[in-house]
């Protein structure tokens, strides 16, 4: 990942979105299969790039989501029997598992690390998790959880982290910067996003 990012969709979209074009090929074998969480985006357009690669590489992509997909409902409480997959992303998703606005609005405290387990539940030995969330000062705000360092750290036991970026929106350059997680503590998501972590973990073989 680069050091400076213009902010060119307006949102934490102008990281997530190179992070998952870029990390995706980097850990991904042919072969594999791949869970997105969530990743039903708002504005496919801005992963034309990635759908690209998953076609033109004939990957085994599937989503699971609240809306109709591969496997509809609540990824938490979903029965995947005995399917395994080497791959699970959550792009902008699992921050939102606390109060889904996709089923209900109640609070459910953990929720996002319920998701989580699961999705380690799921996925093969050796395999990895893409995983971007708002990243600042760690408080729940209604519809989404915001993560600091330690909140990573408690979020993702049970895995190891392979790479990890995160970074600050500096509005007026209209750009977004890397920083050191222990610097961005006073950021707080507003009206949009002045903070994003992007992290690659692996489950433990």
Known sequence: MESVISNNLGSERSVEVLFIEEYVKKYYTPGNV??????IPTNSAHLSKFYNF???NRVDYRVSDFRPCNYPGDFVQYDFKDEKFD?????????HFPQCTESDVVYRHGYDKLGYQKALS???PGGYILLTVPFGKFVWQPYHQNYDWPGILNLTEGSNIVESYTY???EFEGEWRIDNPENMTDILYTHKAYGVGCFVLQKPM
Do not use: Y
Request: glycine fraction near 8%; aromatic fraction near 4%; charged fraction near 20%.
């Open 34 to 39: 791949v869970l997105d969480i969530g990743g």
């Open 54 to 56: 998953l076609t033109e």
């Open 87 to 95: 791959m699970a992303i959550f792009l902008s998703s699992l921050e």
């Open 122 to 124: 799921i996925l093969k």
């Open 168 to 170: 600050r929106l500096h």
